[in-house]
């Protein structure tokens, strides 16, 4: 046994140096030939000095003023980082740019070219790319197979950063592509701007263009950082013996497939290839050819009971038993017979061991995964806030049938797997899904994004403030899923969007009418009050806002979105938290003292009226300084009886004078800088429903201005 297991270490030795061996022949120069150049082999036909190449198009000279040693092409004196047998280079090749100074100046110019008529450039592995926020690339080369000019180019274009986050894929954003089409050699390249990066140049000063390997450059908004730093990419080129095909070279005296080897007619290029046998390796252009492989020394390479009934032939090999080959006749049929039924006996004791083991396995697969899926589920449930979500229901003494509670599959199925067509809204805490349940009842499904502690905190705070309130114009929740990675609430569907779609429509024929704009401002506003005066405990909501009220189909309010609330204890009338709200609702005294009163919803609704009575946002960054918070603006306009000049449209043509006048006088002081002498939100909702029951003249009668 020590013998037998001693002549098998000697065999597998001798056959990893045979390996050893072939890949050397792979990759070996002409005899006397130095085949290296820093960390890379350098194959025949490509050589480093005279003889030792195939022709003058193969050379690559040597570098050795650096170190490492770097191997370059001769024409362009660019370094070559990879050479196969296969047909194939890689290079480093300059990159393209066109830089500038902040004040459109020229500050950086670079137009590459390509000299290389043996090579062409690689179509299937490389691709034209431009980076840049304000990019127009071209390229033009010559193609082979007609001598005609190839010309293309692309536009990349963007204003911020935000968009590049959005969308790394090179797709127009900072980035275009087009493909290399077959046969291009002798490239040109450009690169310039539309506005000389005036528009873009804090973030972007440089426009790039290269010929790059794909696989190996991948956009992202770093991209910009790296280019800048960057001389050269990777690059990869096609090559081939000659411009004749096979059938036309294999007569010629200079024909450079040898010994073992075959020859074919590679894409993208003219000329040929060569490449060894099936069951030789080496390298086919070496003057000694191909060497035979000895399958016999490999079992993956055989199909013979052992190395010992393998017999090695040129280019394959046989199987033989006691006498003779397997298939020769009458020579020993009786001994291979008598081999193959013990082999049949082996192979069918073994197919019994391993379908025992395979039944076991697979019994042993399915309890793991069972196992493993019920303590994901309960680690999702413990990570999402289910222990929470129970102490804090027990605290506030709500019963857990409350909120019914979904399962993970229920809620995919009803979205389709959360498919993109499905959103219905985005906001800072997650995604919103329109889904359809097994009953038929239409949902919407409230999915976080991946949380943290904070962010699960947000999540059950929602869920305890949706148990405490019972009101007809608050979005009612229907239940919660928790063994999800990220947690699920799952809310009645409000289907005609939010109310600030209504109001900042484009289109403004289809903005909604003055009498419906007073009824969802009741609406709304009897909610507050509810949430203040009426829950049984007060709550603040914290983030009130056009886009957290929602309408049905009859226009009817919904206030959504509870997940910055808080709830005030009853011996508290003002709470201690971190600032938190919507630029342009946020109230300014809360701003300032991080005290939180409900008296900061009564300054958030008032810009709401606000948008209800002028149709314009919050806060814009276009426009003069003094315009861009409409609240402010709104107050200093009113202050200087210029009302019916910023009144939206619809609502100057159709509201009654008084009725207009009443709602922006209580809008005024709803956005008093001091919360003391902001009315209650009680008492806004009382203003608003006495104001709905005003019967005045239309304003066009009081108004002649406008």
């Known amino acids: 046994m020590a013998t037998l297991a001693l002549v098998r270490t000697l065999q597998l030795i001798l056959f990893n140096c045979l390996l050893a061996a072939g890949e050397s022949v792979a990759s070996q120069a002409l005899p006397g030939c130095k085949d290296e150049c820093g960390n890379l082999s350098i194959p025949y036909p490509f050589g480093m000095t005279p003889g030792c190449y195939l022709n003058e198009s193969f050379l690559i000279t040597c570098n050795t003023s650096v170190n490492p040693h770097r191997p370059q092409l001769v024409n362009g004196n660019l370094e070559v980082t990879s050479v196969t047998l296969e047909g194939q280079v890689e290079i480093l090749h300059y990159v393209a740019k066109d830089c500038y100074n902040r004040n459109g100046t020229t500050a950086d110019r670079n137009f590459p070219q390509l000299r290389t008529a043996m090579f062409t450039i690689s179509n299937d592995r490389n691709k034209f790319i431009a980076v840049g926020c304000d990019t127009k690339a071209q390229i033009w080369a010559e193609r082979e197979h007609n001598n005609n000019t190839y010309f293309t180019g692309c536009m990349a274009y963007c204003e911020k950063t935000d968009a590049l986050h959005l969308n790394d894929s090179c797709s127009g954003v900072g980035c275009c592509q087009v493909s290399i089409p077959s046969g291009l050699k002798n490239l040109n390249m450009s690169v310039s701007s539309y506005y000389n990066h005036t528009r873009v140049w804090d973030f972007n000063p440089c426009s790039y263009a290269f010929v790059v390997d794909e696989s190996k450059f991948s956009f992202s908004d770093k991209s910009f950082g790296e280019l800048a730093h960057k001389e050269f990419l990777p690059m990869a080129l096609d090559w081939a013996i000659g411009n004749e095909p096979c059938n036309v070279s294999e007569h010629k005296p200079d024909y450079a497939c040898k010994r073992s080897s075959i020859c074919y007619n590679p894409e993208n290029r003219s000329g040929y290839l060569c490449k060894c046998k099936d069951g030789y390796n080496g390298n086919p252009y070496h003057p000694d050819g191909c060497e035979d492989i000895d399958e016999c020394k490999d079992s993956s390479l055989h199909n013979c009971i052992s190395e010992r009934n393998c017999f090695n032939t040129p280019g394959s090999y046989k199987c033989f038993c006691t006498k003779g080959f397997y298939g020769d006749g009458e020579k020993d049929r009786k001994g291979c017979m008598r081999n193959q039924a013990n082999v049949i006996k082996i192979s069918i004791v073994i197919g019994l061991c391993v379908l025992v083991v395979i039944v076991g396995s697979s019994w042993l697969f399915f309890i793991n995964k069972k196992r493993k899926l019920l303590n994901m589920k309960k680690k999702f449930f413990k990570q999402n806030g289910g222990l929470l979500l129970q102490q804090e229901l027990h605290e506030q003494r709500v019963s857990t049938e409350t909120v019914k509670i979904f399962t993970a599959e229920a809620l995919k199925n009803a979205t389709k797997n959360y498919d993109e067509s499905q959103i219905i809204g985005k906001g800072g805490f997650g995604t919103v899904y329109k889904g359809i349940l097994k009953n038929g009842t239409e949902v919407a499904i409230k999915k976080s994004k991946v949380v943290d502690q904070s962010q699960i905190k947000q999540f059950i705070n929602e869920v305890i403030i949706l148990t405490q309130i019972n009101h007809r114009n608050v979005v009612k929740l229907l239940g919660c899923c928790l063994e999800t990675e990220v947690p699920l609430l799952v809310y009645e569907l409000v289907s005609n969007g939010t109310l600030s779609k209504h109001i900042h429509c484009e289109d403004k024929a289809f903005s909604i009418s003055w009498g ?121 306009w009113l202050k200087n009886d210029r009302l019916f000049e910023i009144l939206d449209n619809k609502v100057a043509k159709e509201g009654a004078v008084e009725q207009i006048k009443e709602v922006a006088k209580l809008a005024k002081k709803c956005l008093n800088v001091k919360g003391e002498e902001r009315p209650s939100m009680k008492e806004v909702a009382q203003v608003l429903e006495d104001v709905r029951r005003l019967r005045c003249e239309h304003p066009w009668a009081e108004v002649a201005v406008n």
């Open 516 to 636: 419906i704009r007073l009824r969802i401002a009741t609406e709304s506003a009897q909610v507050l009050s509810y949430l203040h005066s009426a829950a049984s405990i007060p709550i603040i909501h914290r983030d009130v806002k056009p886009t957290n009220i929602l309408l049905d189909d009859n226009y009817t309010a919904k206030v959504s979105d509870f997940g910055a609330s808080r709830l005030v204890p009853m011996d508290q009338t003002q709470l201690s938290t971190m600032v938190q709200g919507t630029l342009g609702y946020l109230d300014p005294e809360y701003l300032c003292t991080a005290q939180l009163t409900e008296k900061s919803d009564v300054y958030s609704f008032g810009v709401v009226l606000v948008e209800l009575l002028t149709g314009k946002t919050a806060h814009s960054f276009e426009g003069p300084e003094e315009e861009r918070n409409l609240a402010n603006h709104f107050v200093l």
